[in-house]
DNA sequence: GTGTATTTGTTCGTATGTATC
DNA sequence: CGATACATACGAACAAATACA
């Protein structure tokens, strides 16, 4: 039931959160390397939290190697042909 | 007359202040049921707003029924065809 | 048939203002 | 005061479908 994935009191910030969540997705192979993470908007709705909250959960990720953006076209999981250090 | 026609800094915001234009000429029949409205890019002239703002206030219309539409080709006013359970 | 313009859909980047802790 | 969150707004780029010359 994945009842409410965020919890707004919790110790950790909502972004944060948003953040595990989707970095245990992308560990788990859910989210596949190369494949795209679904939007800013489609994680906002899911989540139920602010577009800016999600920029926040991805800028955690981008920052940690796990995603690169583009911009207009959307995020990606790292994948082999990303050099980690391209990022 | 008409000066400024949407308030940046007006109690509601300026895609409330669109819809609410656009749904009274609407109403007043200026915008007649059937008919198109103007494209989201006239619309973002004639109001000086951005686009993303006229999408907001169209979202707004087709929420309360008034309007439908169709991608690619525009949207129009809802007439006596369009069964507004349809929409 | 081909190319071009129009129009809506989608996506990320950025900024501002307000509110809460 | 700073960090976080949310709502709104504007901008830019690109896609896809449609319309038309």
């Known amino acids: 039931m994945a009842a409410r994935e965020i919890d707004p009191r919790g110790v950790e910030p909502p ?15 859910t989210l596949a390397p190369g494949s795209a993470v679904p939007s800013e908007k489609a994680l906002s709705d899911r989540f139920g939290v602010a577009r800016d909250t999600v920029r926040s959960a991805l800028r955690v990720l981008r920052e940690g190697g796990l995603v690169h953006t583009v911009p207009s076209r959307g995020t ?10 391209e990022q």
Chains 1, 2 share one sequence.
């Open 15 to 29: 972004f944060r959160q948003v953040a595990a969540i989707l970095a245990a997705e992308i560990k788990a192979g």
């Open 76 to 85: 990606y999981v790292m994948g082999p042909d990303d050099a980690a250090t």
